[in-house]
């Protein structure tokens, strides 16, 4: 018999037909391809270059101060809109990090449980029912899912290879421009690796002033780059003006489930952004923020990790242009974006992104992560674990690496 629960579920996750949905969505896919490769072939290690979160733990020294701070007292009530020490060390991070001067840490920076809620709750202090949201494809759907909930609607932008993984601003239909109310960006970019530039972002600002914009620039790979200075979208002339940033700590300190990031910019945004954040949380444990202050004033830690990601993902251009790809180092991010062959010598015929992965995991037991949206292209990881003794081993890297390479050597790689 079915619960009357099953008529009361909102609209916009379903309704009455929450749960009944038979589509199998791409990482549930990607899932079941692993246990499949795993059961044919259980004496074969699946090497894991799909995953994207970091491999390491913070440092020891950001668990200490957590754990120090946590035995205070005073630090075990309610954060709300979050501490002022955290806000104050948000500004000066920006100053020395990015360039980025004359941060107000009372009226321009918040903290956010995560960058994902961050995106979330920004959608609901500005969308209502018509309104647009421009967003980059391939990309993170939060803000999409979320614009969809409040009755928006979802403007797509391919990120193509020819326009360098960039939006092309002058293509949107003036019609779209008029109902448009936020434009959506993340650089350094997940899945293309792409980096932004400072002519783009200069062309951001004017298409934010001209057709009234707000800009959401989702950093959560900010400082991860490889082809100089990390470039934040406030260091450039007028970006104050119409937008906000966001940055996180899981990318750049290896805090993934510690949930903390912080929005930084225009007041007025970050003024709603803190009227909505009050009526969903209370604010990340102190300590955590705490934490999040130590590692701001230690940016050397993200360059610990940074370099790390330079090394592996150089190694991984190397090897899968050994083996006939056309590989190119990112920009930033710890991803390479790679175009899809479209078969291989010995008959097999990918139409896809989706069953090139499919292929190596279940033929090679290597696991990526397939985006067809603009173009069929595969995102590999290099934040995949290699310890040895506890300890992150360039020996064990190279292990695993060797390993991909000669999975994919005895494979001849159709591209054309």
Request: proline share 5%; net charge negative.
């Amino acid at each position: 018999m079915e619960s009357y629960i099953q008529n009361l579920f909102a609209e916009r996750i379903g309704g009455k037909n929450f749960g009944k949905d038979d589509v199998i969505y791409k990482f549930e896919k990607i899932k079941r391809a692993k246990m499949e490769a795993k059961a044919k072939y259980p004496d074969i290690e699946l090497i894991d270059m799909g995953v994207g979160e970091p491999d390491e733990m913070a440092d020891k020294e950001v668990i200490e101060t957590l754990y120090n701070e946590a035995k205070k007292h005073e630090n075990r009530g309610y954060a709300d809109n979050g501490i002022d020490e955290l806000k104050e060390a948000v500004a000066k991070y920006m100053k020395e990090v990015y360039g980025v001067d004359g941060i107000d840490p009372k009226t321009e920076v918040i903290h956010s449980m995560g960058s994902k809620p961050a995106l979330a709750y920004i959608t609901s202090v500005f969308i209502n029912p018509g309104d647009v949201i421009l967003m980059t494809v391939p990309g993170y759907p939060v803000s999409a899912t979320h614009t969809e909930w409040y009755g928006g609607e979802v403007y797509n932008m391919p990120l193509l290879e020819e326009n360098k993984f960039l939006p092309d601003l002058k293509s949107i239909p003036d019609d779209i421009k008029e109902k448009a109310k936020i434009l959506y960006l993340n650089y350094p970019n997940n899945p293309t690796g792409a980096q932004a530039t400072k002519e783009f972002y200069e062309e951001v600002v004017q298409f934010a002033k001209e057709n009234n914009i707000i800009v959401v620039q989702d950093a959560a790979y900010g400082a991860l780059t490889y082809n100089g200075e990390p470039l934040s979208f406030l260091s450039i002339d007028g970006a104050k003006d119409v937008g906000v940033e966001i940055h996180s700590f899981s990318k750049a300190y290896n805090m993934t489930g510690w949930r903390l990031a912080f929005v930084v910019g225009n007041d007025l945004i970050v003024s709603g952004f803190a009227t909505v954040k009050d009526n969903f949380d209370s604010g990340q444990f102190i300590p955590i923020q705490k934490a999040g202050i130590y590692c701001l004033e230690h940016p050397e830690i993200t360059e610990r990790t940074r370099a790390k990601y330079e090394r592996r993902l150089n190694k991984m251009v190397n090897l899968l242009n050994e083996v006939g790809f056309d590989a190119k180092m990112p920009g930033g991010t710890f991803y390479l974006y790679i175009k899809a062959p479209k078969g291989t010598k010995c008959g097999h015929i990918f139409n896809s992104g989706e069953e090139f992965s499919h292929y190596l995991i279940k033929e090679k037991l290597v696991s990526t992560v397939p985006w067809d949206d603009a173009g069929h292209f595969v995102r590999m990881a290099a934040c995949f674990p290699a310890f040895k003794d506890g300890e992150v081993s360039e020996e064990e890297e190279d292990r695993i690496l060797n390993e991909v390479k000669r999975r994919l050597s005895d494979v001849e790689f159709i591209f054309e």
